[in-house]
Every structure is written in structure tokens, then in C-alpha cells.
């Protein structure tokens, strides 16, 4: 009897490999510094402190994995379970927009245009959006016509 020898698959060095998601502490920290989205919006009182928070509709995300960091829009959040934060999650991004009445790519794409890394954000879209790997985020002009 002969034994065929299964060779091994070749798999990219690690470290090499391009990341899938954009990261930025200080687009977070910007997102963070603004006031909640929802603030006085149907009586809603914000607690707790400010926080980046991701929409996962149409985005870079998938299971497991919080989508590019440009994806953010400030939410207050107690880390108890209260806020704005938790009920974005509890309701969904739909019902949450409905309730509130935002539209959350609104101000994602006002926090990008607003960003000390607005350039890096641009330039990480484009390189993305050539190699079909995303879709390009709607950007209003808010130039004056």
C-alpha cells in the first residue's frame, strides 16, 4: 500500500496581510468629544459620558467583528446599561433612526468631513472602494452654492 503525502498549504507571513478595518483612536476621541446625537430629541436625557458609537448597517462589519472606526457617531452611555448607546443596540439601527428621527449615515459622514483624520479616512475609502472591497460612504458638499 502507497501513502500519498498531503503538502502543505502556503499561507501569507502574518503581519503582511493589509487590514481589513480602518482603526483610529483619535477619529474616536474626536466622535467622543461631541455632544449625543439624540440629545433632547423626544425628551431623551443623556447620561453617563459620550461615546463613539458604530452603525452596522451597510458597513465594513460583520459577525464578531465592530465595522471601520469612520463609522462612528457620538452616543451617550452610562456603562450600566442606560443611554443612548445600549438603546441603539436594543432597538436596532432602524428603529432606533425612527424613533429618534437621525439618520445615522448623516452623521457619520458629518464626523468624517469634521475629523482631524479626514484625509486618512478619504485616502483608506478610495484605496478600498478600487479594490471592490466597500462601498463608498455618501458624502454631502457642505461647501455654500
Request: charge should be positive; charged fraction near 30%.
Amino acid at each position: 500500500m502507497s501513502y500519498v503525502h498531503a503538502t502543505k498549504r502556503k499561507r501569507e507571513p502574518m503581519g503582511l496581510r493589509e487590514p481589513a478595518w480602518w482603526r483610529s483612536r483619535r477619529h474616536l476621541r474626536h466622535v467622543a468629544s461631541h455632544d449625543c446625537a439624540i440629545k433632547g430629541i423626544n425628551g431623551h436625557q443623556c447620561v453617563g459620558r459620550v461615546v463613539a458609537a458604530h452603525d452596522r448597517e451597510e458597513t465594513d462589519g460583520c459577525a464578531g467583528e465592530k465595522p471601520s472606526d469612520f463609522h462612528t457617531f457620538p452616543l451617550c452611555d452610562d456603562l450600566h446599561g442606560q443611554g443612548a448607546h445600549p438603546e441603539q443596540h436594543r432597538l436596532g439601527e432602524g428603529g432606533f433612526q425612527k424613533l429618534y428621527g437621525i439618520v445615522i449615515k448623516d452623521w457619520t459622514a458629518q464626523m468624517i468631513r469634521t475629523s482631524p483624520c479626514r484625509r486618512e479616512i478619504e485616502e483608506w475609502q478610495r484605496s478600498h472602494t478600487q479594490r471592490g472591497r466597500m462601498t463608498p460612504l455618501p458624502h454631502k458638499d457642505d461647501s455654500p452654492e
